[in-house]
């Protein structure tokens, strides 16, 4: 199961006590997958409305049967009139408009309202690739209600176009972490929390492998060219010409050719820092850059 798919099963097993929480959420999933259909009356049976939910997710359309249950007492194979339709779009709002701020006026239901829309049109990306949640919205209105319900726990959010959706989305793996615990997932909160940790671990092991290896290889090359230049004097300018503390450098610096600044000072009685053995050769190198003129 992927990720977003466990995420919606931790919070379709939430129930909140409260009734008005539970009608909160109610109203996201019947407003963001709410289906009704009509029901002709065939073979006798009553004419009328039925109700579901547009998911692939059983255990969404299963949460939304178990709040239509304990809300209003509407059982899966309840057929309502007319009336009795419009009255459950007066308490809950209509499926062509934003959820009534109403029912979400207080931070319980917003949080509540938020887990029913994220089991309703919510994804989420696997977090050891990107850090991605989104909510899929065919209006634009019900995208700000969402957004703005998202930044009332100062969590932001942003909204793009994508064919005929509305898509507010997070891409900041802080704000999706804060995000779940609104939603009361806390599991899925400490998975991702786990992998977070993971994934800036090896991020940090490889930017350390990096810096190191770019460090060597910097080491290398003036290692190389110090080298280059010391036989160059050798050669065109003489060691005996030199003074004595380039000599002595030039000696161990062509006797240690891959050795670090540091190790090359040790050589030297007494002993001498890297700062000193750095103005040495950069003499020696600039010596054998007036011989090359």
């Known amino acids: 199961m992927s990720f977003s798919g466990e995420v919606k099963k931790e919070l379709a097993k939430r129930m909140n006590p409260a009734r008005h929480c539970q009608i909160a959420e109610l109203a996201a999933l019947m407003n963001f997958c709410g289906a009704y259909g009509r029901s002709g009356g065939e073979s006798g049976g009553k004419a009328g409305y039925t109700l579901g939910f547009q998911t692939e997710n059983e255990a ?3 949460k939304g049967f178990t709040l239509l249950k304990k809300t209003y007492n509407i059982d899966t194979d309840r057929i309502l009139d007319e009336e009795e339709l419009q ?3 007066t308490k809950l709002g209509s499926p062509e408009e934003p959820v009534s701020p109403l029912l979400i006026k207080n ?31 065919t209006d634009e209105r019900k995208a700000w209600q969402l957004q703005e319900a998202i930044r009332s726990f100062e969590i932001e959010s942003k909204i793009i176009l994508r064919k005929k959706y509305h898509v507010v989305y ?9 995000l779940l615990n609104v939603c009361e997932a806390p599991v899925s909160l400490m998975n991702l929390e786990n992998m977070r940790i ?49 000599r002595r450098m030039a000696e161990i610096r062509l006797e240690y050719p891959d050795a670090p600044l540091k190790e090359l000072g040790e050589r030297f009685d007494p002993p001498l820092g890297k700062s000193g053995v750095n103005h040495r050769l950069r003499r020696l190198s600039e010596l054998a850059e007036k011989a090359r003129l």
């Open 170 to 178: 997070l891409k900041e793996g802080s704000g999706i972490v804060n």
């Open 60 to 62: 969404v359309a299963r």
């Open 107 to 137: 931070s319980c239901c917003r949080r509540a309202f938020l887990r029913g829309a994220f089991l309703a049109i919510g994804s989420m990306s696997n977090p050891t690739k990107a850090y991605h949640l989104e909510f899929d919205c």
């Open 198 to 246: 993971l994934k800036e671990m090896r991020g940090a092991v490889n930017r350390r492998v990096n810096c190191e290896a770019a460090n060597i290889a910097k080491t290398v090359t003036a290692a190389a060219r110090q080298v280059e230049d010391i036989e160059f004097l050798r050669i065109h300018y003489g060691f005996q010409n030199l003074p004595e503390p380039l």
């Open 87 to 89: 009255g459950l779009f």
